[in-house]
Structures are given as structure tokens and as C-alpha cells.
């Protein structure tokens, strides 16, 4: 499900500049408390100089047995780092389509990263999205490490602005696997995609930090295309069709 102008784009150096930018990570979460409490140590080791900059946002997506707010509690409790916690009430599968569209409507910066629990931000990654001389009509996405792949299909970072322009993820389509493309279509359909040659680390598979309880491309899962050849002139994305809640830490 690739997307002419957004697979192949251009791999850039970003400047540097001397101001610093305030960003929000956006992540989904499913059943990922190991991996979650990794993550959250490597993000209070980063410099205060750029975690000063950066507010992190995890929805939960209805984990049914290990959610994120006794890991987030615990780990947030006395640490400097801005994060807030939001939950998914109903438990539908592969819905991290929703869990991004309600980080991004959350989200009090003006740039916004999103990727998921299984890739690690590294220190330099971070100074370039904080001092990075980003333009606000270009989308950006990751190198990667730890993989043939690259770069990483769902990492994105741009502006709030960019993202609702594009049109947020559909959640027409929560509830089937493989549904990243169509989003990457759009995504080069509005704007100029370049890939940024600071990376993002890799740790798929490892513990809990992929998503397990559901089966990959699954029969049902066909049925994406057929939802989406269904749209109609005018058509827009389904946003903030489930419902959720802060949960207050």
C-alpha cells in the first residue's frame, strides 16, 4: 500500500537553528507495560535541555488486562517530563487509528510526532525535532534503526494544522489491519513528504512493545479496500468517533 511521492521521498538534513520548539509525542498503547516503563526511563535520561520542550501523550486503547495508568502513575509521580494519559472505552482491534486522532486533538503544540510503542526516540532525533529548521507545509518522516526497512511506514512528524489538513486517520476503517497506507496516500496527496536522516530505534517484538493479542492480515482485514473504493465525492474521515477519557495522573 505504498504512496507514489511519499515512499520514495527525498532523505534531508535538517538545519539546525537557535530557538527551540515545544513538541508532543503522540503513542498509542495496548497491553505494552514493560515497554511502556522502558520507554518512559529513556525518556527522563534525555537532557532537560530538550525534554523541557517535549510533552508526551499515551492513549490507551482498551487494553483489557494491563492498561497504562498504574505504569504511568508510577513513573510520572516525581519526574519533570509533561505527559497525560487518555483511554479508549471500547476494545476494538488495531484501533490506533482512533488512539492517534485523539492525541493529535489533545495536543497544545503547534508540532506534533507520532510513532508507535516499539520505536525508541533517540537524543539526536529529539534535538533535530526541537531545534530542527522544519518547514510547516512539509511532512516529515524517520530513518530507522534496526531494520531492512526504511523508513518506518506509520512515524510521522509535522504541524497540528498539517495533520487535521490531511484529515486525521479514518476510524472507518478501526477494527482491520493494514489501513497505514491509505493514510500515507493522503498524507502525499497534500503535501511534500521529505524523510529526515536522524532515526528512530527499532524494537520490534521485543517483550510486549508489539502488539501480540490480534492476528496480522487476517481475511477480514480484505475488506479495507472495499470501504474505501465505497467513499464518496466529499467524502472526510471518520475523527473522535469513540469514546475515551483522561485519566488524571
Known amino acids: 500500500m505504498g504512496a507514489p511521492g511519499c515512499d520514495d521521498a527525498p532523505i534531508v538534513t535538517i538545519p539546525l537553528g537557535p530557538t527551540p520548539r515545544d513538541v508532543t509525542l503522540i503513542m498509542p498503547y495496548y497491553e ?56 479508549i472505552e471500547v476494545d476494538v482491534r488495531w484501533n490506533w487509528l482512533a488512539a492517534r486522532n485523539i492525541g493529535a486533538y489533545h495536543a497544545r503544540t503547534q508540532w506534533v510526532m507520532f510513532t508507535d510503542m516499539d520505536h ?66 493522503r ?14 530505534e527499532l524494537h520490534e517484538h521485543e517483550g510486549d512493545s508489539s502488539t501480540t493479542h490480534y492476528k496480522r492480515k487476517q481475511p477480514e482485514d480484505a475488506a479495507v479496500k472495499g470501504l474505501i473504493r465505497a467513499r464518496r465525492p466529499g467524502w472526510r474521515p471518520r475523527t473522535l468517533s469513540f469514546p475515551y477519557i483522561e485519566v488524571k495522573l
Not at 524517520?142 to 531492512?148: D, W
Not at 487535521?164 to 496516500?185: F, I, K, M, N, Q
Not at 503535501?191 to 536522516?197: E, K, S
Open 32 to 87: 505494552n507495560p514493560q515497554f511502556l516503563a522502558q520507554q518512559i526511563v529513556g525518556w527522563h535520561k534525555l537532557p532537560r535541555e530538550l525534554t523541557r520542550h517535549l510533552s508526551v501523550i499515551i492513549v490507551d486503547d482498551a487494553s483489557p488486562v494491563m492498561g497504562a495508568e498504574n505504569v504511568m502513575k508510577a513513573a510520572f509521580e516525581h519526574g519533570t517530563l509533561s505527559a497525560r494519559l487518555y483511554r
Open 187 to 200: 498524507c502525499a496527496a497534500t503535501a511534500p513528504i521529505r524523510i529526515m536522516d536522524v532515526p528512530l
Open 120 to 185: 525508541i526516540l533517540l537524543e539526536r532525533t529529539l534535538r533535530t525535532l526541537v531545534y530542527g529548521q522544519h518547514s510547516k507545509g512539509t511532512i516529515y518522516r524517520f530513518s530507522r534503526i534496526g531494520s531492512k526497512t526504511h523508513p518506518h511506514p506509520n512515524s510521522w512528524f509535522m504541524t497540528k494544522e498539517m495533520y487535521w489538513r490531511v484529515g486525521g486517520y479514518d476510524e472507518a476503517l478501526s477494527g482491520h489491519y493494514g489501513t497505514d497506507g491509505e493514510y500515507r496516500r
